[in-house]
């Protein structure tokens, strides 16, 4: 599976963003989907993770925030971010997981500026 991660950019502090990840097959046969991120020195930490039935679910630091979809026909899942802060500075990476095996996107800068 190849992943596109697309839609970073340089922002400013309470402003959005709206990511977007393709993948190279169908999303029907791809259980979970999710979006990560690292910030410089930090682990790659989870955000946002959406199953093909569409149950999500994200950690506190960005609940109420980020919201996660996917259309299952596009091949495609986005990461609306609002409200961004300062602390949401990192590269964003999607993932999938298909088969019981990983697959990462080459990941996009996101940089909140104060």
């Known amino acids: 599976v190849q992943l596109q991660a697309s839609g970073g950019g340089l922002v400013q502090a309470g402003d959005s963003l709206r990511l977007s990840c393709v993948a190279s097959?169908?999303?029907?046969?791809?259980?979970?989907m999710g979006w990560y991120r690292q910030a410089p020195g930090k682990d790659r930490e989870l955000v946002a993770q959406?199953?093909?039935?569409?149950?999500?679910n994200y950690p506190d630091s960005v609940k109420g925030r980020f919201s996660v979809s996917r259309d299952n026909a596009k091949n495609t899942v986005w990461l609306q971010m609002n409200s961004l802060k300062p602390e949401d500075t990192a590269v964003y990476y999607c993932k999938a997981l298909s088969d019981g095996f990983p697959y990462w996107g080459q990941g996009t800068q996101v940089t909140v500026s104060s």
């Open positions: 959406i199953t093909t039935r569409g149950s999500a």
């Open positions: 097959k169908s999303l029907f046969s791809i259980a979970l």
